[in-house]
């Protein structure tokens, strides 16, 4: 199947600091990606869907300043966290679906945010 | 509203017990369902989706619109099968998911 990869799998920043992850469909391109939250024994939260070329579409409560989506090109997305703080210590994992198959959403091995 | 209900956070068998995870969705259009997995330390994966009428591993989930569910089913547990797993549905432009069910299968 497709691969997507997250990088990096895991960092630890600063309160106050931004963290930039990364998201890459490696073997196929992908107009749309999408990211995730997801809490400890908890399940996806769907934070934003990530387009190619334009803005993201945000889901109701999350907030587009702090959590800055851009998707470049048909194989990248990343999803910036400003001014981290402890409470956005959480695990995001992106997923992208190959356009051209079938309806498979691809996930990312996800990143684990620690923010002291 | 549009919403994925999996009632239990654990289910716990022995080796060889029959499984049932069940999921209920809640959708005013055509349902498009899938059960993701997620073994310990790997990344979420697709099990199966309703469309393809599949069995992968062992495991069935037969869509029910009556009773608006997609319950995962596989007569024999293995241990192998532990894992988190996660009912999904999709909408036209995004998957929702359950807060999934952890399956412990004992030997």
């Known amino acids: 199947g497709a691969v997507v990869s997250q990088h990096p799998s895991r960092v630890i920043c600063k309160s106050g600091t931004s963290v930039k992850i990364e998201c890459r469909s490696l073997d196929f391109q992908a107009t749309t990606m999408f990211w995730y939250r997801q809490f400890p024994k908890k399940s996806l939260m769907l934070m934003a869907t990530s387009n190619e070329g334009s803005k993201a579409t945000y889901e109701q409560g999350v907030e587009k300043d702090k959590f800055l989506i851009n998707h470049a090109s048909l194989t990248l997305s990343t999803l910036t966290v400003t001014s981290a703080h402890p409470e956005d210590s959480s695990f995001y994992i992106c997923?992208?679906?190959?356009?051209?198959?079938?309806?498979?959403?691809?996930f990312g091995q996800g990143t684990r945010l620690t923010v002291v | 509203a549009q919403r994925v209900t999996q009632p239990e956070k654990l289910l716990s068998v022995f080796k060889g017990a029959p499984v049932e995870l069940k999921c209920n969705y809640s959708?005013?259009?055509?349902?498009?369902l899938f059960w993701y997995v997620q073994y310990s330390r790997q990344r979420l994966q697709l099990l199966l989706r309703h469309i393809s009428r599949e069995s992968i591993k062992g495991f069935t989930a037969d869509l029910n619109k009556g009773e608006t569910s997609f319950h995962l089913k596989k007569p024999f547990a293995q241990e192998e099968d532990s894992a988190m797993y996660y009912c999904?549905?999709?909408?036209?432009?995004?998957?929702?998911f359950g807060a999934g069910t952890r399956l412990a299968v004992h030997p």
């Open positions: 999904a549905l999709r909408v036209p432009s995004k998957l929702i």
């Open positions: 959708y005013s259009g055509s349902p498009e």
């Open positions: 997923s992208a679906r190959d356009e051209r198959g079938s309806t498979e959403a691809f």
